[in-house]
């Protein structure tokens, strides 16, 4: 008797799963370069709160000692230099991370060449970054170190990328049909969300590192005008029309008179007050935009925490950024408010970073069959029968292995 089996029909053969297994060990390793980014990105901005960026004077070492070995004496005696050698320390942490993730992803992720690449510019990311640190403080560059700060932040936001993308809640996830992957793909307002908050992020480093946090002293009114002046004769007068106990604690640099020498209090230039007028303008635009987005998500996915949680947050760090900014404003820029109001900035762009990946992958109520109720909350359950009422919750399952919804399935026979 012959007792060959036959080649399988490529045609009918089981599709391969699209993902990998969930193994949480990345996850939480993907997690943990997340966290230790922040706290590189807060202890950052501190550092340019309180103006410590050259505290201390060679890039890549300390006192003429590598960072890494730098005997505690030569950088614990001042603030400045212990939050700038904390800075470098966090950010060899924060590499070595990056590595690991790396390391992880092309063990455990062969097939997803998009997350491998990520992994790839990750770590490309991170040593350019490495780079223009140390050149920010060879050159005694501000250009350099508001570019700096800028991509620090969206070197934050592709690690909340790769903690998403080898998350459970991605993994488990069906394939989709490509009518929804393309609807998937017209939805351009997050992305258009997180591009006007890149640029804002951009104008907030530029107003941080130009010392024109406080070009407009006052809020809401800009030198209590609904305008500002925008003419440096106006500015001047502005300027000059402020109280002189207020003038010294908001105009602290004073400058000097090109013709007579004389030091008078002091002022900002046009360019400066443009710059910040600009921000304000952007953070009112951004707000309005935000809250509205946040109010359509609530109103298209009811019931569905995966879209819900991250789009309440985004809403609530929305708001505390813009009060942390009026209130930087009104304190004559306290360090503390300031270093506040730039690490919310990144907490809410890594936030509209992982709503928009969530938006990607669960389609809103209006896309959903009829006949598939949703539980308030369980969001994971639709998402895994999103595609059809019979296709099962196993990651391993995919829908050319899953019984068409117009069909019954066949029962099968077992042979001897």
């Known amino acids: 008797m012959n007792t060959t089996a036959p080649n399988p029909d490529p045609a009918t053969a089981p599709e391969q799963p699209l993902y990998p297994p969930y193994r949480r060990w990345v996850h939480v390793l993907a997690l943990l370069l997340v966290a230790a980014t922040f706290v590189l990105i807060a202890i950052g901005g501190h550092v340019t709160s309180k103006d410590a960026g050259m505290a201390v004077p060679d890039g890549f070492t300390t006192f003429g000692v590598w960072s890494l070995i730098a005997p505690l004496e030569t950088w614990w005696y001042d603030e400045g230099t212990r939050l700038e050698h904390s800075h470098r320390l966090k950010g060899y942490v924060v590499g070595s991370l990056t590595i690991a993730v790396l390391v992880a992803v092309m063990f455990t992720q062969r097939r997803r060449r998009w997350?491998?690449?990520?992994?790839?510019?990750?770590?490309?990311?991170?040593?350019?970054?490495g780079i223009m640190g140390i050149l920010r403080v060879d050159e005694v560059s501000i250009f350099l170190?508001?570019?700096h700060g800028v991509t620090g932040q969206i070197f934050f936001c592709l690690t909340v990328l790769m903690a998403t993308a080898v998350s459970r809640f991605w993994m488990s996830r069906p394939t989709d049909s490509d009518e929804e992957r393309h609807r998937r793909t017209l939805?351009?307002?997050p992305l258009l969300l997180l591009a006007g908050l890149l640029v804002q992020l951009m104008l907030g480093s530029a107003v941080r590192h130009s010392q024109s946090a406080l070009a407009i002293p006052d809020w809401p009114f800009h030198y209590g005008q609904v305008m500002p002046p925008m003419s440096q004769p106006d500015i001047d007068a502005a300027v000059a029309a402020v109280p002189d106990d207020e003038r010294a604690e908001r105009f602290a640099p004073l400058r000097v008179d090109a013709e007579t020498g004389e030091v008078l209090p002091g002022t900002y230039e046009t360019w400066q007050v443009h710059l910040h007028f600009t921000h304000r303008l952007g953070a009112y635009a951004l707000f309005i935009i935000g809250i509205g987005f946040a109010a359509w998500v609530w109103r298209s996915y009811p019931g569905q925490m995966a879209v819900l949680l991250p789009a309440t947050l985004?809403?609530?760090?929305?708001l505390l950024?813009?009060?942390?900014?009026?209130?930087?404003?009104l304190s004559g820029e306290h360090y503390t408010l300031a270093t506040s109001h730039q690490?919310?900035?990144?907490?809410l762009f890594a936030t509209a970073t992982w709503m928009t990946?969530?938006?990607?992958l669960v389609p809103p109520a209006s896309s959903r069959p009829a006949n598939i109720p949703v539980a308030a909350g369980d969001a994971t359950t639709e998402i895994f029968r999103k595609s059809s009422p019979n296709l099962d919750a196993d990651p391993a399952l995919t829908r050319d292995q899953a019984p068409s919804p117009a069909q019954d399935p066949q029962p099968q026979t077992v042979h001897a």
């Open 343 to 347: 690490s919310v900035g990144a907490i």
């Open 187 to 189: 939805r351009i307002a």
């Open 321 to 329: 950024q813009v009060g942390l900014g009026v209130m930087t404003v």
């Open 145 to 147: 170190a508001g570019i």
């Open 115 to 129: 997350v491998k690449g990520l992994a790839w510019g990750l770590l490309a990311f991170v040593i350019l970054q």
């Open 357 to 360: 990946v969530r938006l990607h």
């Open 314 to 318: 985004f809403a609530i760090f929305l």
